[in-house]
């Protein structure tokens, strides 16, 4: 069973950057598309990007398009979620998620990922 731990949130000022790590256990890790999700109060869940099983394929929400870049190394067993240029709107808790249904393609629907962390604050002031 896979189960996955963020961490790297913060508050930060705008312009600024974060990276964000996920961390996986379970040694099939490398076999599933991985996602990043965001919540901000009072508003639904919303993808930012995710990853396919290789990282050959990306997919990432118009709102982190050039500013947030997701990566994996499997080695490690974990995701990455740079965000850089940092804005106050992205102000939200950030959760990692795992695709085990469809290694090949990095959805955006969160209803296709089937594993959740706990989650990650991330405050972005003006």
């Known amino acids: 069973q896979v189960q996955l731990v963020e961490s790297g949130g913060g508050s930060v000022q705008a312009g600024g950057s974060l990276r964000l790590s996920c961390a996986a256990s379970?040694?099939?890790?490398?076999?599933?598309?991985m996602g990043w999700f965001r919540q901000a109060p009072g508003k639904e869940r919303e993808f930012v990007t995710a990853?396919?099983?290789?990282?050959?394929?990306?997919n990432y929400a118009s709102s982190a398009e050039g500013r947030f870049t997701i990566s994996r190394d499997s080695a490690k067993n974990t995701v990455y979620l740079q965000m850089n240029n940092l804005k106050p709107e992205d102000t939200a808790v950030y959760y990692c998620?795992?695709?085990?249904?469809?290694?090949?393609?990095?959805?955006?629907?969160?209803?296709?990922?089937?594993?959740w962390g706990q989650g990650t604050q991330v405050t972005v002031s003006s």
């Open positions: 998620a795992v695709d085990r249904g469809s290694p090949w393609i990095p959805y955006g629907l969160s209803t296709k990922y089937d594993v």
């Open positions: 990853i396919s099983w290789s990282g050959g394929r990306t």
């Open positions: 379970g040694r099939t890790f490398s076999n599933y598309a």
